[in-house]
């Protein structure tokens, strides 16, 4: 009985002191594990955390393919060469299992559940609807009920020691100042679940800017009311809220830029540099708040740990981080699309139709002026070149899609927030182990922003566009002659107005002495 006390406080000892030994031998469960978050979590923990016991990953059918093809397409990503090169059996330990988030229990089936419940401590809940379509019933469904139904999976739990709850930095965006805390209800989100089951959508929508009151959106909304189930539940449940702002590219790990979506400055450096983004909307002196993955990954891991070491009878607290650059690092607008425009210069994209050049306005008018005289016009000219040539045209549907998304982030691209992190800062510099901290630790101190965003646009080259590297001499003779291009066509166009003007003044130079005479003083006398 004695050797088997010291074997458990052996145990305890090796995980309150170590992040990867606390991670040792737990069964982990992961929501949304096929998103962006969710595949630089589960990459980190089979690579920094090796003993992990197993994964469970809650996914459905895609796109024709089963929850095994769904995860086999994901190890192929260059987000796992690392960890296939270093500890390839560990893939191994990732077992996928049939559930949804939208629907009622997660769609998890008896069996699995009490599999799940009997052998899982840890639970990542990363799943989530991030599109802004602001449709308010499927928000509520995707992000608060989901919600719920995991902390009544986490409730029947034998070995739960951490619930974190992947929450937004901008669930709290109407308020300029954020602290992390746990904010009071904006309404019963019983009643918001129980009104999303009961009416239709239509009838939903018709109220829905009414229902969502000062919260920007809908997406923004619903994670608000889903901050206030964790907190509700957290009573019996040891809880953790992070807090993520902009989520952006790897700084380095497991490679530096590393990225598999184009939301965010990344994608606004893209349509910026193949010439697609001529105006965008937005203060130039705000700034937004950005946060490399790999770094939000690390202070998540961290924050769990921290949580699993002391049990919810102990401390029945919350534990909120803002895992944001507030007072790290300010970035403002302008100073972003410029720094893109640079980059640009010296790792131009391959096939850019027009120069890159962005002006930025906080005016909707001039926004929806310049939009129509720089993109309207030169797309409706360009696709009618291509129908002529018998190529699909499609520079009018990017542009409609750019239009449409500028006006759906125009409430964060006019305001700014101070969120404050001093929680989120300790766990990364102050709470991780000494041995640990090249691993799970981070300084902000040495980081050069300008250089970072270079290194994300080579890796959007690299990842999601599939650019060949090698050809990057091309594409700078392709970025010389667009910029000849410009010019000719500017010089063309002042010429023009010049002819016009001419021609205006020469009017106006022959027929106004002839009026003055028909209606002046001489004919009068």
Not at 215 to 231: D, G, H, W
Not at 291 to 320: F, N, Y
Not at 450 to 471: C, I, M, N, V
Request: hydrophobic content about 40%; proline content about 4%; charged content about 20%.
């Amino acid at each position: 009985m004695a050797a088997h006390d010291g074997k458990e406080k052996d145990k305890t000892s090796r995980e309150s002191s170590s992040i990867a030994g606390f991670y040792a031998g737990r069964s982990i469960l992961i929501t949304g594990g096929s998103g962006f978050l969710g595949k630089v979590l589960i990459e980190k923990l089979l690579r920094s955390c090796p003993d992990v016991r197993e994964i469970y990953l809650l996914m459905r059918p895609k796109k024709g393919l089963s929850i095994e093809e769904r995860l086999r397409k994901e190890f192929q990503s260059p987000l796992f060469d690392t960890l296939r090169k270093e500890r390839p059996s560990n893939l191994s330990k990732l077992i996928p299992v049939l559930g949804d988030t939208s629907v009622d229990g997660l769609g998890i089936s008896a069996t699995e559940r009490q599999t799940i419940t009997s052998r899982v401590s840890v639970i990542f809940h990363v799943a989530a609807n991030v599109r802004f379509e602001d449709n308010l019933k499927k928000d509520i469904l995707s992000n608060c009920r989901s919600t719920r139904d995991i902390c009544i999976l986490a409730g029947g739990m034998e070995n739960l020691v951490a619930l974190v709850h992947i929450s937004s930095a901008y669930a709290q965006a109407d308020k300029p100042v954020v602290d992390e805390i746990v904010y009071p209800p904006l309404l019963n989100w019983r009643n918001a679940i129980q009104m999303a089951e009961t009416l239709d959508e239509h009838t939903i929508r018709t109220f829905t800017s009414k229902y969502v009151g000062s919260m920007p959106n809908t997406y923004t909304f619903s994670k608000r009311l889903a901050e206030q189930v964790i907190s509700d539940y957290s009573q019996h449940l040891p809880s953790v809220i992070f807090r993520p702002s902009i989520v952006v590219s790897t700084i380095d790990e497991p490679v530096p830029g590393w990225v598999d979506n184009f939301n965010g400055p990344v994608g606004m450096m893209i349509l910026g540099g193949k010439g697609a983004l001529r105006v965008a909307r937005g203060k130039s002196d705000i700034a937004n708040d950005y946060l490399p993955v790999d770094v939000a990954i690390k202070a998540t891991l961290t924050a769990a740990w921290k949580r699993g070491r002391v049990t919810v009878t102990k401390d029945p607290e919350v534990h909120v981080y803002n895992c944001t650059s507030y007072q790290i690092c300010r970035v403002l607008q302008q100073q972003m699309i410029a720094t893109g425009l640079a980059i640009n210069e010296t790792t131009p994209l391959e096939g850019i139709i027009w120069y890159p050049r962005t002006t930025l306005t906080s005016s909707s008018f001039y926004h929806y002026l310049l939009t129509l005289i720089l993109h309207l016009l030169p797309a409706l000219l360009i696709d009618g070149f291509l129908k002529l040539k018998g190529r699909q045209p499609m520079l009018l549907k990017i542009h409609k899609q750019v239009y449409n998304a500028t006006q759906k982030l125009a409430h964060f691209t006019h305001n700014e927030w101070a969120f404050r992190n001093t929680n989120m800062k300790n766990i990364l510099t102050n709470d991780v182990p000494m041995p640990e901290r090249k691993i799970f630790g981070f300084d902000y101190s040495n980081i050069d922003w300008t250089e970072y965003f270079e290194t994300a646009l080579l890796g959007a080259k690299r990842y999601l566009l599939h650019e060949d590297l090698s050809q990057l001499e091309k594409s700078k003779q392709h970025l010389n002659r667009m910029r000849w291009i410009e010019r000719i066509v500017h010089g063309c166009c002042i010429v023009l107005l010049l002819w016009i003007f001419g021609k205006v003044g020469l009017y106006s130079y022959i027929f106004t002495p002839v009026a003055s005479l028909t209606n002046g003083s001489i004919f009068n006398e």
